[in-house]
């Protein structure tokens, strides 16, 4: 896993040096990407492959990438490709910094009375993925102190990371070589 510096939470505008990259504004994570087009493969009919619509995205920093070529629009892959790479960034890149004492804005603003509220359709997922994913790394695991830290119910913790399988089968597996049980969705 790579480490960055402690999320401040998503916001508007400028990004903060110590933001995770999943919580960064598109076009300052764009920065970060290098950005190439491609032909799309596979069957399609006679509109395939005469322009380059599929793109990848490779984050410069981590070497993440994230792909689409399934639409025929090039900004639309585009966008689909920048929301997988953040989920990918939430999921591989922690924290090297300790968790804040309090959330960030971003989560606040979607926990409400211990209840976490986003789709995984939502440009906040990974954002919030990602501080969830750090808040659990920080305490070994024990998923009742990480929902504390965050001020959410450790079910319904469980279930933010449930909307992401391979978060939870990475949580899960930690868990299981720290001699922990695992968590079920």
């Known amino acids: 896993m790579n480490d960055v510096p402690r999320s401040a939470g998503a916001s508007g505008g400028a990004a903060p040096a110590s933001m995770h990259p999943a919580a960064l504004p598109a076009d300052a994570l764009l920065a970060q990407c290098e ?52 989920v990918q960034l939430a999921l591989d890149v922690r924290s090297a910094a300790p968790p804040p004492s309090t959330p960030s ?8 009375g211990g209840r976490i509220s986003v789709s995984t359709e939502h440009e906040d997922f990974p954002a919030l993925l990602a501080e969830a994913l750090d808040a659990v790394h920080a305490v070994a695991f024990e ?43």
């Not at 804005?105 to 409400?112: G, N, Q, T």
């Not at 998923?143 to 450790?154: D, F, K, V």
């Open 35 to 86: 950005v190439t087009a491609r032909r799309r493969s596979g069957p399609g009919g006679q509109h395939r492959n005469k322009v380059e619509s599929g793109i990848v995205l490779v984050h410069r920093p981590t070497g993440i990438e994230g792909q689409a070529s399934e639409r025929r629009s090039q900004s639309q892959n585009k966008a689909v490709a920048l929301s997988r790479l953040r």
């Open 105 to 112: 804005a971003l989560w606040r603003s979607r926990c409400r």
């Open 143 to 185: 998923i009742p102190a990480a929902a504390e830290a965050l001020g959410a119910s450790a079910t319904q913790l469980v279930r933010l990371l449930a909307q992401e399988p391979r978060a939870l089968l990475a949580v899960n597996t930690a868990r299981a070589e720290r001699g922990l049980h695992p968590l079920h969705g």
